[in-house]
């Protein structure tokens, strides 16, 4: 059960556990951001089809041997997770170019990286979450030079497993975000969500966006998409 509302980001609630001090209820939203906040909308259900994604790739994750903050879902909207504190770093992978590193360094869109690229990007809204580079991360965070050598090699393990597990359902994994977090114990452990609003996912039939971009891009309904992705993942269970 939820107990005090501790942060409210763009995406999610999250509360203190009411039955134990080391777990934290994660409550996702119904609204939408894109391009740090500048652009916003709320759509009805997208809560729940992000929490029931993200509970499917936590689960995967975990079968793999990928431990994470992830206990178990609790509600159609919600997740029990293991309280961490988060490094402020967003690390994301790309298989493929798309999004910010087309417009940054003019590399054409679908040019696929081998390879894969691995980028950090320093956690802060009042600077626009700039990119930086190992020892910007070093300077900038609590993490040693072992740890972040880890949270790298932990994203490119998670993107081996994301990768079969999209394919197994028609869809390419074209690039995501991951977060960390550093739990009771000081280890670091992979948190936050990985749902379609973190995610790029490309119809391997015919190359459609089934993501986030599609309300970044205005190019139809979001819920749409979301629906057809959880339909897709439960068909293949
Ligand atoms: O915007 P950009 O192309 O750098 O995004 C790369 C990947 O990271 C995309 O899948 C995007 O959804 C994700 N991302 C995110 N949160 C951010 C920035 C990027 O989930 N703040």
């Given at each position: 059960m939820?107990g005090k509302l501790?942060?409210?980001?763009?995406?999610?609630?999250?509360?203190?556990?009411a039955e134990n001090?080391q777990?934290?209820v994660?409550?996702?939203?119904?609204?939408?951001?894109?391009?740090n906040?500048?652009?916003k909308?709320s759509f009805?259900g997208k809560?729940r089809?992000?929490?029931?994604i993200?509970?499917?790739?936590?689960?995967?994750?975990q079968e793999?041997?990928?431990?994470?903050h992830?206990i178990?879902?609790?509600s159609?909207?919600?997740?029990?997770?293991?309280?961490t504190?988060?490094v402020?770093?967003?690390?994301?992978?790309r298989?493929?170019?798309?999004?910010?590193?087309t417009?940054?360094?003019g590399?054409p869109?679908?040019?696929?990286?081998?390879?894969?690229?691995t980028?950090l990007?320093?956690?802060?809204d009042?600077?626009?979450?700039p990119?930086?580079?190992?020892?910007?991360?070093?300077?900038?965070t609590?993490v040693?030079?072992?740890?972040l050598?880890f949270?790298?090699?932990?994203?490119?393990?998670?993107?081996q497993?994301?990768?079969?597990?999209f394919?197994?359902?028609?869809?390419?994994?074209v690039?995501?975000k991951?977060?960390?977090?550093?739990?009771?114990?000081?280890?670091?452990?992979?948190?936050d969500?990985?749902?379609p609003?973190?995610?790029r996912?490309w119809d391997?039939?015919?190359?459609?966006k089934?993501?986030k971009?599609v309300?970044?891009e205005?190019l139809?309904?979001?819920?749409?998409?979301?629906d057809?992705?959880?339909?897709?993942?439960?068909a293949a269970k």
């Amino acid at each position: 059960m939820r107990g005090k509302l501790l942060y409210e980001g763009k995406a999610k609630q999250v509360f203190q556990s009411a039955e134990n001090e080391q777990e934290l209820v994660l409550s996702y939203k119904n609204d939408a951001t894109a391009f740090n906040g500048k652009k916003k909308a709320s759509f009805e259900g997208k809560g729940r089809y992000n929490n029931l994604i993200s509970t499917h790739i936590f689960e995967y994750l975990q079968e793999q041997g990928i431990s994470s903050h992830f206990i178990k879902p609790l509600s159609e909207t919600e997740q029990l997770v293991k309280k961490t504190t988060i490094v402020p770093l967003e690390v994301v992978v790309r298989n493929v170019a798309a999004g910010s590193i087309t417009r940054r360094l003019g590399i054409p869109e679908k040019t696929v990286f081998q390879p894969v690229l691995t980028e950090l990007y320093y956690k802060d809204d009042s600077l626009d979450d700039p990119i930086i580079n190992d020892a910007h991360a070093l300077l900038l965070t609590d993490v040693n030079e072992e740890e972040l050598a880890f949270i790298k090699q932990a994203a490119l393990e998670v993107n081996q497993h994301l990768q079969t597990f999209f394919d197994r359902v028609g869809l390419q994994l074209v690039d995501f975000k991951l977060e960390f977090g550093r739990d009771q114990d000081g280890s670091i452990l992979l948190s936050d969500e990985i749902s379609p609003d973190t995610c790029r996912l490309w119809d391997k039939e015919n190359g459609g966006k089934m993501d986030k971009d599609v309300f970044r891009e205005d190019l139809g309904s979001l819920i749409d998409v979301y629906d057809a992705i959880l339909n897709r993942l439960e068909a293949a269970k």
